[in-house]
């Protein structure tokens, strides 16, 4: 099959890597209109039809495509027989499996290691240290040739801005620059994307939302700060996801504010936390009017909550209710 593998896993937090890896090997494959193509979703998986198919013979092509995708197979160890299914392909069938989480230590995994192709994706997030430095930066230059092939530029500290609303998945990325671009379709040619441009149409991420809520709660705005809470409920965000970014930005504030009492300069305040510039200004305006003792006392109080909902002696959303009411 010129050099084409018969399994391949498609996988990784990058939805955006996935889905391109999927549709150019589903291209090359040539299955658009093709009648030797299957997919199966988590919907409608059956083992013992697809194993059927992969012995099957394709009609008038080269070769039969089977695509799997949300089969859930590779959690954990996995299921030996279910691999065994997979470990003798004829020549002419190939099986593309799409999965977002894939234990590495799964059965299943290994085989395709041996016999074929994994092709993993991650989103920079979600790496860790010089990986994830150096996937934030291809990430960036992504965003920035993107822009310039519409005519338009984005400067370091808007992209930094950008980013932090939408994080580096490159999914949400690629929306909200679609946006960007239909927004300032009316502008000249190497229109320069602005605050206001991304004020204007771009989304927030769910740790923008808890970073305003804490803002609001900081500040007394107590309604308000309920307000942003049941948004985030209404968009089914888990209870102790809100209180784990929660304690991040009060760690964050702690740590600016503690800085700010120390008589450090911005530039020694970023040094020592790690904390970007255009980060500190919103802390610092955020923490203008909070005591240390608040910050610690809030913090303590994150604490707190988490061991209750985890033994039980209070509801998870009750509890984050409380943290923002009291």
Request: contains cysteine.
């Given at each position: 099959m010129n050099g084409l593998k018969n399994m391949y896993l498609i996988c990784g937090d990058e939805d955006y890597l996935r889905e391109q890896e999927k549709n150019r090997l589903l291209k090359a494959l040539g299955c658009e209109g093709s009648m030797n193509y299957n997919c199966f979703s988590e919907e409608d998986i059956d083992l013992d039809e697809i194993i059927s198919l992969m012995h099957t013979l394709p009609f008038a092509e080269e070769h039969r495509t089977i695509m799997i995708d949300g089969c859930g197979w590779f959690k954990g160890e996995g299921s030996k027989e279910t691999a065994e299914a997979f470990s003798e392909l004829p020549d002419s069938t190939v099986v593309i499996f799409y999965e977002k989480n894939v234990d590495k230590n799964n059965v299943l995994t290994k085989l395709i290691q041996s016999k074929g192709k994994i092709m993993r994706f991650d989103t920079a997030d979600s790496r860790q240290g010089k990986d994830k430095t150096l996937g934030k930066s291809e990430v960036r230059d992504w965003v920035k040739n993107e822009l310039k092939h519409a005519g338009r530029r984005i400067d370091s500290r808007t992209l930094n801005e950008l980013t932090e609303l939408t994080g580096y998945d490159m999914q949400n990325l690629s929306t909200e620059l679609e946006k960007l671009i239909c927004y300032t379709l009316d502008k000249p040619a190497n229109y320069v994307i602005g605050?206001?441009?991304?004020?204007?149409?771009?989304?927030?991420?769910?740790?923008?939302?808890?970073?305003?809520?804490?803002?609001?709660?900081?500040?007394?705005?107590?309604?308000?700060?309920?307000?942003?809470?049941?948004?985030?409920?209404?968009?089914?965000?888990?209870?102790?996801?809100?209180?784990?970014?929660?304690?991040?930005?009060y760690e964050k504030a702690l740590a600016v504010k503690e800085g700010m009492a120390a008589g450090l300069s911005d530039a020694e305040i970023m040094a020592k936390t790690g904390i970007k510039d255009w980060q500190l200004r919103r802390i610092k305006d955020q923490v203008t009017d909070v005591t240390l003792n608040e910050l610690i006392k809030r913090l303590e109080a994150c604490a707190d909550t988490e061991c209750s909902i985890k033994s039980g002696d209070i509801s998870d959303r009750l509890g984050v209710e409380l943290l923002i009411i009291k």
């Open positions: 605050r206001q441009d991304i004020d204007a149409v771009c989304s927030k991420t769910i740790t923008d939302r808890i970073f305003d809520m804490i803002a609001f709660k900081l500040k007394g705005r107590v309604s308000e700060a309920l307000t942003i809470l049941e948004e985030l409920f209404a968009v089914k965000t888990a209870a102790m996801r809100i209180i784990y970014v929660m304690v991040k930005q």
